[in-house]
């Protein structure tokens, strides 16, 4: 089991080190949802099923699914569609893929060997709950705030930019038309 923990945390440092890495941001959210994968399972082969189950869910799902839209805003328009079209070639895909696929064996390994990963005590979801609604309120509020401000943000920044980049292409396409009736007689 200590190899499979050296193994998640290897797996996590270079998706880290690869998301941060990137200039694509579609890219460094891939790294960045296997990383937090790979923290996942350090914490169910740590002995905390629960912690590893609110990582995935809370973690890789819905906070990835909120960048995902975020992405998605900014790059609006054609070119938008173009890039994207670009980044979805399977190359792009081999390294996530063969990152996500050995913590997926790391799992299958972990469980099959549950009693050493399951050796610690067991936390209720209620017990978490009333933790962190109890005198965590206050921080959950003001995380989920902070969440809320930065789409905000995101949205304005995207708009701004497309805005923008609507208008120099227009200004581009006076310029051609103007180029061409100089050039015609």
Known sequence: MESLFYLASFI???ATVLALSRANATHALIYLIVSLLAVAVIFFL???PFAAALEVLIYAGAIMVL?????MMLNLGDSGVAKERQWLSPRYWIVPGLLAAILFGEMLVALQHHSAALSGKMISPKAVAL???????LAV???SMLLLAGLVGAYHLGRRFLARTEMEEELQEELKEQEQQRAQP
């Open 141 to 143: 509020e003001i995380a």
């Open 46 to 48: 740590l002995g905390a």
């Open 12 to 14: 996590a440092l270079v």
């Open 131 to 137: 933790e962190l609604f109890g005198p965590y309120v």
């Open 67 to 71: 960048f995902i839209f975020v992405i």
